[in-house]
């Protein structure tokens, strides 16, 4: 079955927090949305101009988007399994990709086919639109991961890159971990200075402003839920740790 969106298809999307009312603005204008968040009312989720369903009902679209945090993925993907029809497409679009690949492909029928995605940016740095913002697709079961990323790349204007679930924790651990911790780091010895600054300052705190309204579980999946996390921190504080000493020697010579 080709993924495509011509005609419009319908696709079940669980979870409707911040994210998930990304992918809704973005996907509305080529798909039918059928949306299920128990902790969003139907009304909420009407306004918007997708329709409310229930879990059974999403989970029978044709594609099926999980926009629900990490430490949640398996309990949804054991719910959703009964009521999927096969030779449907499951996407995730979380954070970190060996977990949820994992989970996805033990708690999925045989007959799913699963594509683990994580889009590299967030409802801040995608404000002034997708055109030209990066996602990873990573294939776990089945032949239509090409499909998939020439539409976001046709439909979207997003870039796309191919690449395995290992591969891509592997890169995040540093691109996403070191930004979140410096982020909290900074955030933490606020307030800083607003007037007297420069400008490699100023876009350092650019940056914190776009990940620091980030759900705590966002922040919890980068730094917790990928395997290569720790090392990256564990290297950071060592590098920072030796610096300070030889600072604090030279203070003294």
Same mark, same amino acid.
């Given at each position: 079955?080709?993924?495509?969106?011509?005609?419009?298809?319908?696709?079940?999307?669980?979870?409707?927090?911040?994210?998930?009312?990304?992918?809704?603005?973005?996907?509305?204008?080529?798909?039918?949305?059928?949306?299920?968040?128990?902790?969003?009312?139907?009304?909420? $989720?009407?306004?918007?101009?997708?329709?409310?369903?229930?879990?059974?009902?999403?989970?029978?679209?044709?594609?099926? $988007?999980?926009?629900?945090?990490?430490?949640?993925?398996?309990?949804?993907?054991?719910?959703?399994?009964?009521?999927?029809?096969?030779?449907?497409?499951?996407?995730?679009?979380?954070?970190?990709?060996?977990?949820?690949?994992?989970?996805?492909?033990?708690?999925?029928?045989?007959?799913?086919?699963?594509?683990?995605?994580?889009?590299?940016?967030?409802?801040?740095?995608?404000?002034?639109?997708?055109?030209?913002?990066?996602?990873?697709?990573?294939?776990?079961?089945?032949?239509?991961?090409?499909?998939?990323?020439?539409?976001?790349?046709?439909?979207?204007?997003?870039?796309?890159?191919?690449?395995?679930?290992?591969?891509?924790?592997?890169?995040?651990?540093?691109?996403?971990?070191?930004?979140?911790? $410096?982020?909290?780091?900074?955030?933490?010895?606020?307030?800083?200075?607003?007037?007297?600054?420069?400008?490699?300052?100023?876009?350092?705190?650019?940056?914190?402003?776009?990940?620091?309204?980030?759900?705590?579980?966002?922040?919890?999946?980068?730094?917790?839920?990928?395997?290569?996390?720790?090392?990256?921190?564990?290297?950071?504080?060592?590098?920072?740790?030796?610096?300070?000493?030889?600072?604090?020697?030279?203070?003294?010579?």
């Amino acid at each position: 079955m080709p993924f495509s969106l011509d005609p419009p298809v319908s696709i079940g999307l669980i979870g409707f927090g911040a994210f998930g009312r990304l992918v809704a603005a973005h996907l509305g204008p080529h798909a039918d949305l059928r949306v299920h968040d128990p902790f969003v009312p139907a009304g909420a $989720i009407a306004e918007t101009g997708a329709a409310p369903a229930t879990l059974a009902e999403a989970a029978a679209c044709p594609v099926v $988007i999980l926009a629900t945090p990490v430490a949640t993925l398996a309990a949804v993907v054991e719910n959703i399994a009964p009521h999927l029809r096969p030779g449907a497409l499951v996407l995730d679009v979380g954070s970190v990709k060996v977990r949820p690949a994992e989970i996805m492909r033990a708690g999925l029928p045989a007959h799913i086919d699963i594509v683990a995605t994580h889009p590299l940016f967030g409802p801040q740095s995608a404000r002034d639109g997708l055109r030209g913002l990066k996602i990873a697709l990573c294939p776990v079961r089945g032949d239509r991961t090409r499909r998939v990323g020439a539409f976001l790349r046709r439909a979207l204007g997003l870039t796309v890159i191919l690449t395995t679930p290992e591969a891509h924790d592997r890169e995040a651990a540093a691109v996403q971990g070191l930004t979140h911790l $410096i982020a909290k780091v900074l955030v933490a010895m606020e307030p800083l200075p607003t007037r007297m600054t420069t400008r490699s300052f100023d876009l350092v705190m650019q940056a914190v402003g776009m990940v620091r309204h980030d759900a705590p579980e966002v922040y919890h999946a980068i730094e917790r839920e990928n395997p290569f996390s720790a090392e990256v921190r564990r290297r950071f504080f060592a590098l920072a740790a030796r610096m300070d000493a030889e600072l604090g020697e030279g203070a003294f010579r």
